[in-house]
Each structure stands twice: as C-alpha cells, then as structure tokens.
C-alpha cells in the first residue's frame, strides 16, 4: 500500500572490524520511525528495529566461515496499525573457499534452526535452506 507522504526518522550505527588475528566482525543496528504523514501511523512492514551481527574467521585470503545473525522487529501489516507482523531472529552460516584464477565456492545455510516467519502478513517465508554456488571474479 502507497502512502502519499511518509516521515522517517531514526538512525544506524555500524561497527566492522578485525578482533584479532583472522577474525573478524560486522555489526549493525538500526532503529527507526516510518510515519504517514497524514494519520501518523506507522508504514505497514516497517520494523522499528533491526539488527545484523556477522563473525568470520578467514583461514586464507579469500576463504572464510560466517555465521550472521538477523534480527528484525515486529511490524504492522495494516494501515490502521492493528494487524502486527511478529519479529524474528534467524541465524545463518556459510563457506568460500577461493579456488584460485578468481574462481570461488560457497555453500551454507540460512535459516539454520528453521524458525517460521513471514516479511509480510499471510506469506510465511521458506524454512532452513541449503545453497551453493561457483562465481568468477573478472
């Protein structure tokens, strides 16, 4: 659903670094208010909160394991603010392994514990999957 004007206010903060030798750490939080500007009510599906916390360990340039976890906050589904889209927390993990002549491979999961939930009211997202790709690098 459009809404002719919104009003959005909030912030987000983001800490990436090396906590020691080959790990390594991304962390972001954001809280915002996205409000109609006609009924001052909140956007429908916009979380006031969301998060993302991500650990890699690299054992050689270009060859890492990640676990992320996402975190999103409950959100309305309606414009009258009565219907609410609960939160959740997923947590994901992966793999490269640089191949060399800038090929590479991943594999993972998402959705490791296969929590149920839905980005929007009635469409339930899809459980724990399994992914794997080969990329070049031109």
């Not at 992320?68 to 997923?90: E, H, K, M, Q, W």
Request: proline fraction near 4%; glycine fraction near 10%; aromatic fraction near 12%.
């Amino acid at each position: 659903m459009n809404v002719g004007h919104a009003v959005v206010t909030g912030g987000s903060i983001e800490i990436v670094g090396r906590l020691a030798g080959q790990w390594f750490l991304r962390a972001n939080f954001t809280s915002q208010l996205a409000r109609d500007a006609a009924t001052s009510l909140d956007v429908i599906y916009v979380p006031r909160r969301q998060a993302n916390l991500e650990l890699s360990y690299e054992w050689a340039p270009g060859s890492a394991m990640t676990g992320i976890v996402t975190y999103v906050g409950d959100r309305f589904a309606d414009a009258a603010n009565t219907s609410l889209v609960p939160g959740y927390l997923l947590v994901g993990l992966n793999a490269t392994w640089a191949l060399g002549e800038g090929y590479s491979f991943q594999a993972g999961i998402n959705n490791v514990f296969d929590v149920t939930y839905q980005e929007s009211l009635g469409f339930p997202e899809p459980g724990r999957t399994v992914f794997m790709a080969v990329t070049k690098t031109f």
